[in-house]
């Protein structure tokens, strides 16, 4: 018998038993088998995750929603929720903000959860939001620099500054908010830690 | 995979792992050779300014030789996808082989603690101690409600991926083993049979683990992983009974002529090696086979690997070399058994 991926013999025969749809069984060469045997608990995570994506998609969504789905694109690192959908892996933390809408339903899928209760790092400031907004005031203060608008770019250092030395007390999604409200519509110099007074 | 701890007659080794992002960085799959660079002199900086680093050795996994990695890889130091990737990439690791840190696998960390035997809830305390001192250098990619952000969503929320190796024989014997673990699957744990029923060379090898990540604690999915286990255990032990109650004799002879087998081939393929080793090993458990410790059939079936054979004669084997080889090493190591056990 020969090697299910390649022209070898196939001496593994493999049983697979946590397919949902029963055991499976793979013949494989021992290369083959190498790959497959080494991969951690979950045997081949990208071909699992297509067919749940396959599953998912075909019962919930109609080729229309799909296509828009598939076209939204990560600002951060550029990759297509398609090519995460052919790859079985994201390409940056922001993902996770980017494509929500359509990660939602697959990790309830997967988890059958949508919360973390476990662990929580005493430094909280790796959310993907604080590195979006970094990474948006530091190409915002780089034109400026450019335009020669230095009083605009020293505005940003300062907002730049002000986030990378908070602590996790002080980044929180208020923060955020506030901190989003006032480039919409306040032109003040500085950052203002209070809430805005409504 | 000393043959100590808890349980050690069924239970191979325990297994906790983690995955962990930098938050400055992107996911693997998007970073430039820049990026892999700079993480992995981020994590050997960090690594520096910790106690840590006196007991641990940092290897540049993309300066190894073939074999160096395969060894490694063989050894469950590094995984397939460390061995096999390009650019750069490190595992940093502890002499005693109780911890090991990859750097650029699938995630930008992948922590790694082993135990012998079953003791998740000490794998996890030191998995946890682990975690805490590089996050004390290091900024993980993390939110409040999805919890450590990993490249897969499959490891979403705790990446934490609890395992435990189980020799299960006598199930796979009985014929036992698919209707044990249907039931399993029901509950959310994976099953892995590594050398499945059917199968002409099997090693009889099952990995449970957890298949969620994301909605229960840490210590709650250590708990699902480590409920499960006593049962196989006992399910196990049933069916070894029932074999020695019902046919001695055969089993005797089966295990015995795998022994034979083992001590007298010429040359043996790494696949013939486990199916016959998994025999004796359970031979030894029951008292079938006297002359033989579970230490050194553990030791065996990890030094009849390639890797570990050719790093042994300290030069590269072609396959039909490894397979004399082999059958030299098992030849040397059982028939001399009780010398061989301290080594």
């Not at chain 1, 025969?13 to 069984?25: D, F, M």
């Not at chain 1, 907002?159 to 480039?183: N, Q």
């Not at chain 2, 998995?127 to 290091?138: F, I, N, R, T, Y």
């Not at chain 2, 030299?328 to 001399?336: I, P, V």
Request: with cysteine; glycine share 4%.
């Amino acid at each position: 018998m020969k090697c299910q991926h390649c022209e070898k013999p196939a001496t593994f025969h493999i049983t697979e038993l946590t397919e949902p749809s029963g055991p499976t069984v793979l013949h494989l060469c021992e290369e083959h088998a190498r790959t497959f045997l080494s991969s951690d608990g979950t045997a081949t995570p990208a071909s699992a995750l297509a067919s749940l994506l396959a599953k998912q998609l075909k019962m919930e969504k109609v080729a229309e929603e799909l296509a828009i789905s598939d076209k939204k694109t990560c600002p951060i690192c550029g990759i297509s929720f398609a090519d995460f959908r052919k790859g079985g892996r994201l390409g940056c933390a922001y993902d996770y903000v980017a494509f929500e809408d359509d990660l939602e339903p697959l990790l309830v899928n997967i988890h059958g959860a949508l919360a973390h209760t476990g662990k929580v790092p005493t430094n909280q400031s790796g959310s993907p939001e604080r590195q979006h907004r970094l990474m948006q005031l530091k190409s915002e203060m780089k034109e400026a620099i450019t335009r020669e608008d230095y009083e605009s770019a020293s505005r940003l250092r300062d907002k730049i500054s002000k986030i990378e030395l908070d602590d996790e007390s002080s980044w929180t999604d208020d923060a955020l908010e506030e901190d989003m409200d006032e480039d919409q519509d306040d032109e003040d110099d500085t950052f203002q830690a209070d809430p805005p007074i409504v | 995979m000393r043959g100590h701890g808890p349980e050690s007659d069924i239970v191979m080794s325990s297994r906790i792992r983690l995955a962990r992002n930098l938050a400055e960085f992107p996911f693997i799959r998007k970073c430039t050779p820049k990026d892999r660079t700079a993480i992995a002199t981020a994590v050997h900086r960090a690594l520096d300014s910790l106690p840590l680093s006196a007991d641990t050795e940092y290897v540049d996994v993309a300066k190894l030789g073939d074999l160096d990695r395969q060894f490694l890889m063989e050894r469950q130091l590094i995984s397939h996808e460390l061995n096999e990737s390009q650019g750069a990439r490190a595992v940093i690791l502890d002499p005693k082989e109780r911890f090991s840190i990859m750097v650029n696998e699938e995630d930008h960390l992948r922590l790694q603690v082993m135990q012998s035997g079953l003791d998740l809830e000490s794998a996890w305390k030191r998995m946890d101690q682990l975690d805490d001192q590089l996050e004390s250098k290091l900024t993980y990619a993390f939110t409040k409600r999805l919890g450590y952000l990993t490249a897969c969503p499959t490891n979403v929320g705790t990446g934490l991926r609890v395992s435990v190796m189980l020799h299960l024989p006598a199930l796979v014997a009985t014929k036992q083993i698919d209707k044990v673990f249907r039931a399993l699957n029901k509950i959310n744990v994976a099953v892995r049979g590594l050398f499945g029923e059917g199968s002409q060379f099997m090693g009889d090898f099952y990995q449970i683990s957890n298949q969620t990540t994301l909605g229960k604690s840490e210590l709650g999915l250590v708990a699902k992983v480590q409920e499960v286990v006593p049962r196989l255990i006992e399910y196990e032990r049933r069916a070894r009974d029932f074999l020695v109650s019902e046919s001695r004799q055969d089993l005797h002879d089966n295990v015995s002529r795998a022994l034979g087998i083992l001590c007298t081939a010429k040359k043996i393929s790494s696949e013939e090696t486990m199916h016959y080793l998994s025999k004796v090993r359970m031979g030894v458990n029951l008292g079938l086979i006297e002359d033989v410790k579970i230490p050194t059939v553990n030791k065996l079936f990890i030094h009849t690997q390639p890797a570990h054979l050719q790093k042994l004669c300290g030069r590269k084997l072609s396959v039909t070399d490894r397979n004399i080889e082999r059958a030299n090493y098992l030849q040397l190591h059982l028939s001399k058994r009780s010398e061989s056990e301290n080594n």
